[in-house]
C-alpha cells in the first residue's frame, strides 16, 4: 500500500477542484454523456438522480448545449427528482417542478413519462404512500446511475436536514430555519416558504451507484470543509457521502478554499514560499499560538509543520517582523488615499488629491454591508463618490413591504397606483410572479431605503446611480442571462466617471447569484478600457458583501472603524427596512444584517490585535483586484 499524499491525511471524500464552475460543470457533463451513450449503445436506459437550486444551473446548461450542439440525446434517461416542496402546486413559480422544466427538461428530449419529481400537491394523508411508491419506482428502474448534489448551508443533501439518519429513505420532513430563510428571497418572504418537504432519503441518495456533490463559491466553502474533512455526523447529512465507495466532490476554487491543502498547504506537501504564502503561514500560526507575532520563536515553527519556511526565510524574529509590517500597512485611516503623505507603504496612493471614486453595489445593500464606515471617510475626505446600484433588487423585497407601502399611500390620498399595487397583491396570493409594475412599485422601495442608507454615510442624492441592470429586470433567481446591453450600460457609467478607484464585489459567489452575474458585466465592461490611459491609474477594490470576510493575510487595506462610526453603519444598514428579518428576535446564528455585518468587522478587528497590531473597534477591508484578466491579487 502506498503512503497516503498529505491531502488524503486530511479529506475523507474524493475531491476535485476546478478554476470555476464552469469548467466542473464540462467535466461532470462530458461523463454523464458518455456514460448515455454508451448505455444507448447497449439499447439499455440511463437513470440519472438530478437536484434544484442554484448549483446545477450551469450543469444544465452545459447538458442542453451538448443537447443541441452535439446531438446528445436523452431518449433513454429515466430521471428522479431529489426533492419538492410539499404543500406547493407544480404550476408555484418556485415548485421544483417547474424549474426542472425551465432549466433542463424544456430544451431536452427526455420523454415526459420518463420524468420523476416527488409530488409536492399531495393530501398529508397520502404522502407516505407517495414516497414509498417513489422508492419503489425508482427500484423498478434498476436503481439510480448517476446522481447530482448541491449542497446547503446547513449540509443537506436533497432536503436531508441535520438530524437526517444515514439510512432515511424518502419522505416528509420539516425545513431548517436556515434552508427557509435561504429560500425567502425565492419566494418573497420568509412566511411564503413551505414548512415541509418532500425528499428522498440519505439512504436513497447512498444507493445510487455514482454521486456527484457539486458546490460554488464563498459562502459553501465551510460547510464543504466539514463534510470533506470532518468525521460523518448526523448534522451534517453531506458528510455521509464519505461511505459511499464512488462519490465525488466537484469544487470550485472559491467553495474549496478552506480545505486545509488550499488553506494551510504546507501541512499537506511541500509549497513554494512565495511572501503570500509565508504571510499566510506566519499569521495563522500567530492565531493557532495565541501569540502576538512579533513574539513567535522558532521552536513555534519548528513544532507547527514551519520549519522549512523558517529555515529558508528565518531566523523567526526576521521573518515576523516582516509580516508585520506587511500586516502593518495594510492599515489606513485614508482609503482614498493620503495627501501630502509618503504612500510608499500605503494601499491606496497620495494623489491625486481628490479622487473620483466608483462603488459599484450588485443589489442595494450590499454596499453599505461591507463598506458603510469607508464610504463615509471618502465622503468626509472629499472624494467625489459616485454609488452605482446595478441592479434594482425588486426580487427582494417581501410582499408586506410592498403591501406597508401601498397602504401608506393610499391613506396619504396617492390611490390610483396605491390600489392598483394592493388589488395585484391580493389577486397574485403566493402563487404567482410579480407583474412588472409590482417589480417596479418593489423596485421605488429599494431606491428609498438605498437613499436613506447612503445618506447616513454622507452622501447625497445626486451622487447616487439606478443601473436598473436588464439583465435582472428581465429575469428571476438562478434565470439571469448577462447581455450587451447589461456591459454597454456598465461602460458607459465607467467611462462618464473615469474612476480612480472602483469598489466592486462578486467575483468568488455562486455563478448564479446576482452578486457573480453583476461582476461578470463589470469584468466585461473593464476590459474594453485596458487601454485607456486613466483606467491605467484605477485602482480596482474588491470587497465582501456576503456572510464571509476575507482571509487575514488576504487583507490589501484594512480600514479602522471607530466605535461611533460602527454605530452609523449599523444605521446605514438599518435603513434597508425590506431586508429586515419578518421576525422580532432571531438567535445568534441568523442575527439581522447589520448585526452580522459589524459583528464580522468586529472580528476583524479582533484578529488585528492579536496578531499584536493596534486594538480598534471595528475593521472593513479590501483586497486589491489584479488588471490581468480574471484574476484577484
Ligand atoms: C435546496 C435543495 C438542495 C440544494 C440546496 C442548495 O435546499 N433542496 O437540493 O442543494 O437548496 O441550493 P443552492 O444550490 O441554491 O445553493
Known sequence: ??????????????????????????????????????????????????????????????????????????????????DEYFGIESRHPESYHRFMREQLFDHIDIPEAQINIPQGAVAREEVFEACQAYEEKIEACGGIDVQILGIGRTGHIGFNEPGSGPHS?????????????????????????????????????????????????????????????????????????????????????????????????????????????????????????GKPLLKLVDKDYQENGLSELVTEQGPAYGLNIRVFNEVQHTITGWPGGKPDADDTYRPERALPARKRVLVLSPEPQDDVLAMAATLSRLVAHGHEVTVAYLTSGSLGVPDEEANWAADLMLEAGDSAIASDVLRELEEKGAFSEDSPRLRTFKSYLRRNEARASLEMCGLSKSCIRFLDLPFYEKGRYRRFEVGEEDVAAMSRLIDEIKPHQIFVTGEAADPSSVQAKSFSVFENAIRSFSSEPWYKDCYVWLYRSDGREWDIHQVEMAVPCSPDEVKAKAQAIYQHRSQRSQLPSMNADQSEAWEQAVERNRGTAVLYDKLGLAEYEAIECFVRWSTVEGASK
Open 1 to 82: 500500500m502506498s503512503e497516503p499524499s498529505g491531502q488524503e491525511l486530511y479529506e475523507r471524500i474524493p475531491t476535485k477542484v476546478f478554476e470555476d464552475a464552469s469548467l466542473a460543470v464540462c467535466e461532470v457533463a462530458k461523463e454523464i454523456a458518455e456514460a448515455i451513450r454508451a448505455r444507448q449503445a447497449e439499447g439499455k436506459s440511463f437513470v440519472l438522480g438530478l437536484a434544484t437550486g442554484s448549483t446545477p444551473v450551469p450543469l444544465y446548461r452545459e447538458l442542453v448545449r451538448m443537447h443541441r450542439e452535439e446531438g446528445l440525446s436523452f431518449a433513454n434517461v429515466t430521471s428522479f427528482n431529489l
Open 169 to 289: 429513505r424518502t419522505r416528509l420532513v420539516t425545513l431548517d430555519r436556515l434552508t427557509r430563510l435561504d429560500a425567502a428571497r425565492d419566494f418573497q418572504g420568509e412566511h411564503n416558504v413551505p414548512r415541509y418537504a418532500v425528499t428522498m432519503g440519505v439512504g436513497t441518495i447512498m444507493d445510487a451507484r455514482k454521486v456527484y456533490l457539486l458546490a460554488w463559491g464563498r459562502s459553501k466553502a465551510e460547510v464543504i470543509k466539514a463534510a470533506v474533512e470532518d468525521a460523518p455526523v448526523e448534522s451534517l447529512p453531506a458528510s455521509f457521502l464519505q461511505a459511499h465507495s464512488n462519490a465525488y466532490f466537484i469544487l470550485d476554487t472559491a467553495s474549496a478554499s478552506e480545505l486545509t491543502r488550499n488553506k494551510y498547504p504546507w501541512l499537506v506537501g511541500f509549497p513554494a514560499w512565495t511572501p503570500e504564502l509565508a504571510r499566510e503561514s506566519v499569521t495563522h500560526l500567530s492565531l493557532k499560538l
